[in-house]
């Protein structure tokens, strides 16, 4: 089955650390995106990629980065840059980037020890 | 700059009806609404593409009035299984940026 498969689940950092979240699709799927959910709050973008090798910042890109050397992958690292890490993410995928609808995986709750 | 929803929630009851509304101060190529239910990945309902178009998914439809840069989400005959988070997705420039969502409770 086509789908999107995030890793871990649960991802836990300690301070001063980076920490990568995996996000792959076996749809074809052209555009990839990572998302931050905060609790009771909306999704805001991260990162997105239209193209391999070519990304672009999105709302909150500080402390964030991304790479997308296939394009079935798309990892994540939060630097320790970013201060407030703790929140669920949540990697999504779409055929093209603004008209078509968006796949998303099951999301990575990472928390700071 | 995100679109803005309202209302933040809704409570209702089993067979009422209900209206989210989402706006935007960015011109936007489309629309897009999603469901999210509590612990997991929100999932597709409908994109509107064009000024005024109206979509529907089950007892759950959309309009879209682009001069005014805003689309509704109407939940008619509400059941059960509507509870959730619904987010209003904006795309323009090809990046997609959601509402800051709208909690629905519905009860028996």
């Known amino acids: ?113 | 700059q995100q679109p803005v929803q309202s209302p933040q929630a809704v409570i209702l009851r089993e067979g009422e009806d209900a209206v989210i509304n989402c706006s935007s101060s960015k011109a936007l190529y489309s629309v897009h609404w999603y469901r999210q239910k509590h612990g997991e990945a929100p999932v597709f309902l409908m994109i509107l593409l064009k000024g005024g178009e109206q979509k529907g998914h089950d007892k759950i439809s959309a309009s879209f009035n682009e001069k005014k840069q805003q689309s509704s989400l109407y939940l008619t005959a509400s059941q059960l299984s509507y509870s959730g988070t619904y987010f209003c997705g904006g795309a323009a420039g090809n990046k997609l940026t959601f509402g800051g969502g709208t909690r629905v409770l519905v009860k028996p």
Request: net charge neutral; hydrophobic share 30%; aromatic share 12%.
């Open chain 1, 1 to 113: 089955d086509g789908g999107i498969t995030q890793s871990p689940k649960y991802l836990f950092r300690k301070e001063g650390q980076n920490v990568t979240l995996s996000c792959e699709q076996n749809l074809n799927h052209d555009a990839m995106y990572w998302y931050r959910q905060d609790p009771g709050q909306g999704l805001r973008l991260i990162y997105y990629s239209q193209i391999v090798n070519d990304f672009q910042k999105g709302d909150i890109a500080e402390g964030y980065s991304v790479s997308r050397e296939k394009k079935e992958s798309f990892p994540l690292t939060v630097t320790s840059a970013q201060k407030n890490p703790t929140a669920f993410y949540l990697c999504a995928s779409s055929i093209v980037a603004d008209t078509s609808k968006l796949f998303f995986g099951s999301g990575t709750q990472l928390s700071v020890l």
